[in-house]
């Protein structure tokens, strides 16, 4: 079997209402479904996204420009696949734009691989698990005053998550009267994210997370630029609450880099920047030889597979933006989502929802 086409849809996701954190007001999802095809007619699909329309056709073009490296191989040959993409982007860097197309093929092999197994990709990985723990991140953003939060927050708890993440500003004076808000609404047994998206400086988080520590906040996310790995550190020396970074971290030597200065604690890898399966996998065992939890970003559809195959998997990052383009949704139990197990990534994306949003 070889792979013969590589084809791209680029499809929007308005929201019905903006999402608002720190640094950016999010009004909709701008997404390159990615299609591979085999000489036998097997196809393995991929989603890759931007938070900004202007970008998507940069997204698509990347793609495009490693679809050599791909087209006349074996569905299984995702390692020489990455080996050979990683070659070829050496001039243009091994960050940011470059990666997530190495990503979005990626991806679509190992659904490829996976279909043409009759396995699901934890299976063809190996499972560890048949659940993982989520928690509601599709909520609680700076956008909404505080009875919304609270109101929000109290139907978290109603659909049995244990647990979810909270926006902040960066301010001591707006963010503790909101997360003390929701602690009192939550209760003291429903854990309590909270998350900067790196609006902060070492000094400034350092009293913010001092500030909010007696409200028991189970991490602190990305409170200073993601780049700046040796402050990150300094932030988690000095609080007593875990530190989660990696969603805006590149490939395994970005994760290395991560670990040995201690940035964090809690590692999360986000699908599209990480470099697909392949890469994740290679974080994952990475996190569980130093014994670091992996918490994924985004993607809940098919994070679930990797979640599945890394031994120090700690949750899912359950957010809907993406449930319109599938066929099924992610089934969860008192806020424990089920791994899917059919063939490829466990759930597909509805060809006819991708036609009505396609741009």
């Known amino acids: 079997m070889k792979i013969t086409d590589l084809t791209t849809t680029a499809v929007s996701l308005p929201l019905a209402e903006p999402l608002g954190n720190a640094t950016a007001t999010i009004h909709q999802f701008s997404c390159i479904v990615v ?28 793609v495009h420009v490693l679809r050599d490296a791909v087209i006349g191989r074996d569905p299984d040959d995702t390692g020489a696949f990455w080996a050979d993409a990683w070659r070829r982007i050496n001039f243009i860097g091994f960050t940011g734009v470059s990666i997530m197309g190495i990503s979005a093929i990626d991806g679509a092999m190992w659904d490829l691989r996976a279909k043409r197994a009759g396995l699901s990709i934890s299976r063809m990985l190996g499972r560890c698990r048949e659940t993982i723990p989520a928690y509601a991140s599709g909520g609680l953003w700076l956008t909404q005053d505080i009875p919304s939060l609270v109101r929000q927050a109290e139907g978290f708890v109603a659909a049995g998550f244990k647990a979810m993440k909270l926006r902040l500003a960066g301010r001591i004076d707006v963010d503790l009267p909101r997360v003390k808000a929701v602690r009192a609404a939550i209760g003291s ?14 000094d400034a988080a350092i009293k913010l997370g001092d500030a909010l520590a007696p409200l028991d906040i189970a991490w602190f996310e990305e409170p200073v630029p993601a780049h700046a790995l040796e ?4 932030v988690a020396r000095a609080l007593r609450m875990p530190i989660a970074s990696g969603e805006n971290e590149y490939t395994r030597y970005g994760f290395r880099r991560m670990i040995e200065t201690g940035a964090a604690s809690v590692l999360m890898p ?43 998997a700690h949750s899912l990052e359950y957010v809907e933006w993406f449930a319109p383009l599938y066929e099924e949704k992610i089934k969860l139990v008192d806020g424990t989502a089920q791994i899917p197990d059919a063939p490829g990534w466990g ?13």
């Open 35 to 62: 299609d591979l095809v085999t000489d036998e007619g097997l196809r393995g699909e991929n989603l890759i996204f931007t938070i900004r329309p202007e970008q998507v056709k940069l997204l698509d073009s990347m």
């Open 189 to 202: 047994d429903i854990g309590l994210m909270i998350d900067a998206n790196q609006a902060l400086d070492v």
């Open 231 to 234: 402050d990150s550190a300094k």
């Open 270 to 312: 986000d699908l599209q920047r990480v470099g697909g399966v392949t890469e994740f996998a290679r974080v994952g065992a990475l996190a569980a030889s130093f014994d670091l939890p992996i918490s994924s970003h985004l993607f809940p559809e098919m994070s679930l597979q990797l979640l599945a195959h890394v031994p120090t």
């Open 347 to 359: 759930m597909s994306l509805d060809r006819d929802a991708i036609h009505r949003h396609a741009l």
